[in-house]
């Protein structure tokens, strides 16, 4: 009994892979055979467990309210075909608004506020060890009241610690700084976290991250604010 549900269910997730919601360069997302959630699966040999990392690192946002609950784990012998199933993002959130064309810090978001608001998601992850790439406006959601940012895909993800972390937290702060319209303030960030780092001083440079990202938290608002380290 057990084997002819778990064909009839495969049945059914065949089916609805074969109408995607969304497909990327590793995988393909469908609606799941469970009301209100979808499968994202691995459409390469991920013999490396990709994407169980990729399921952990998403696990960490979700717990911290800016990415999908992840609901189950699928592996499979040899790796072909593992899923991650995760709940769909509700009715409330809508894609952020994208430019035509991209750019190095914010791939193709278009607006200021949006810009900031994952900066400061970014740097959040960053301070929990997780260093989130790619957020292209297909990518990112946004709650229609809120304008809350909401992380979608963490295909391109990794564990950071050390240097790595102090520089990624810094880099995430100098990029809200661009988009709150003080780039200055980021240039100064950059330039001193990276003199700590090539001193051998992490832990001041993770000291100054944190600091820049302080003052970064506190912006709500593009084009308004004058902020100051000193």
Do not use: C
């Not at 430019?99 to 301070?127: E, W």
């Not at 909401?150 to 610690?161: C, K, L, N, S, V």
């Amino acid at each position: 009994m057990r084997r002819a549900g778990d064909l009839f269910r495969e049945g059914i997730l065949a089916s609805n892979r074969a109408n995607p919601i969304g497909e990327g360069a590793y995988g393909v997302v469908y609606q799941s055979d469970v009301p209100g959630r979808v499968i994202k699966q691995a459409t390469f040999d991920d013999k490396y467990g990709k994407m169980t990392d990729e399921a952990n690192l998403q696990a960490i946002a979700a717990d911290m309210g800016i990415a999908p609950r992840v609901t189950s784990l699928e592996r499979f012998p040899g790796g072909i075909g593992n899923r991650i199933e995760m709940d769909r993002v509700s009715s409330n959130y809508e894609p952020v608004r994208a430019l035509d064309v991209m750019d190095s810090n914010f791939n193709n978001v278009a607006d200021p506020k949006d810009r900031l608001r994952i900066a400061q998601q970014i740097g959040m992850l960053a301070l929990k060890g997780v260093d989130l790439q790619d957020r292209q406006a297909a990518n990112v959601f946004r709650h229609k009241m809120t304008g809350r940012p909401m992380q979608i895909d963490f295909g391109i993800a990794g564990r950071i610690e050390g240097s790595d972390k102090a520089q990624r937290l810094a880099e995430a702060t100098a990029d809200g700084f661009t988009a709150a319209g003080i780039p200055d303030m980021g240039d100064i960030l950059r330039a001193l976290v990276a003199d700590a780092l090539e001193g051998g001083d992490t832990a001041a440079a993770m000291d100054i991250a944190r600091q820049g990202f302080s003052r970064l938290q506190k912006i709500k608002d593009p084009l308004k604010e004058n902020v100051s380290f000193f």
